[in-house]
């Protein structure tokens, strides 16, 4: 028998990807996912539709978000939501309310862009944005490759958009402490997305996890898109360390942009206990 596909990460139009929410769930269901969590960047605006279309196929779907967290000294972290009621009032406005943040934050990475030369970026990322309250980095990187000064979106990070580059800025997001709150609230799970993602010391990632382990949080996201072994059995060591549950997902954000399809990661490490055990 083939192992259960569950993908638990990815992005539609609702936030900085390409396909509609529908979309993402008819090609999930085509690369043979058998569970599916649609997780917008501070939106689940997307999620009535996909977990309709997602009924109509027989594909089990459960309600996601990823949401942005800041975390110690301006360290961004992303914190997946999954399987939580998506009607809950602190959670829908809480959620409101990161969102509120990103155009003033669209203007000042526009104008820091200006100073470099790179001229109507505002309006250049908008072009791409199918949801104005979730303009991203992502539509910036659409411009500046747009422009020329970039072959893909990857090198638009490295190159304008990554921390120390001259289009990032400074911006607060939700603390930790709320993200997990308004998930819990709503009866799901949280979940750290991708470990490996972020610019923190081994010392500092183990202080994040055990914080987060402290809030109650869940589960890391042991396989994500992007790792490779090395990644997967360094995030499988974290979460028998830290006693989390274990996640999957691809994260994938539209064909030609992201690392891998839908549903086509590795499995997780037999060993550990997968997240979706304690979804409903
Ligand atoms: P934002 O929430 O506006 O800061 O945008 C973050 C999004 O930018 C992530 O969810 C990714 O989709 C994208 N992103 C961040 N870093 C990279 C990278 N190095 N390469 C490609 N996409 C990236
Ligand atoms: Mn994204
Ligand atoms: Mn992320
Ligand atoms: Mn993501």
Redesign the pocket.
């Known amino acids: 028998m083939e192992a259960f596909n569950a993908d638990l990460h990815c992005?539609s139009t609702v936030s900085?990807g390409l396909l509609s929410p529908t979309d993402m769930v008819r090609r999930a269901h085509s690369n043979g996912v058998d569970l599916l969590a649609l997780t917008d960047?501070d939106e689940i605006g997307g999620l009535e539709a996909a977990a309709a279309m997602a009924g109509e196929l027989g594909m089990r779907f459960v309600n996601g978000v990823e949401i942005?967290v800041s975390w110690g000294d301006d360290q961004?972290v992303h914190i997946l939501g999954l399987g939580f009621d998506r009607q809950f009032t602190p959670l829908v406005q809480g959620l409101a309310n990161v969102r509120g943040g990103r155009d003033s934050r669209a203007r000042r990475i526009a104008a820091e862009l200006d100073k470099v030369a790179i001229r109507g970026a505002y309006e250049g990322a908008l072009k791409y944005v199918g949801n104005p309250a979730l303009i991203?980095?992502?539509h910036f990187?659409r411009y500046i490759v747009e422009l020329g000064h970039a072959k893909d979106?990857?090198g638009v990070?490295?190159w304008w958009l990554?921390k120390g580059k001259p289009g990032h800025v400074q911006h607060t997001w939700a603390t930790m402490e709320d993200a997990v709150r308004w998930i819990h609230g709503a009866g799901g799970i949280a979940v750290v997305a991708h470990p490996g993602r972020y610019r923190l010391a081994r010392a500092e990632l183990a202080r994040m996890l055990a914080m987060f382990k402290d809030l109650g949080g869940g589960g890391i996201e042991v396989v994500s898109g992007s790792n490779n072994e090395e990644h997967i059995r360094d995030h499988a060591h974290l979460a028998r360390h830290h006693g989390f549950l274990a996640s999957r997902g691809s994260d994938f954000?539209g064909p030609g942009e992201s690392w891998i399809d839908l549903g086509r990661m590795p499995q997780l490490p037999d060993d550990l206990t997968p997240v979706w055990t304690k979804l409903h």
């Open positions: 992005h900085d960047h942005s961004t991203s980095r992502s990187a979106v990857k990070f490295d990554a954000h």
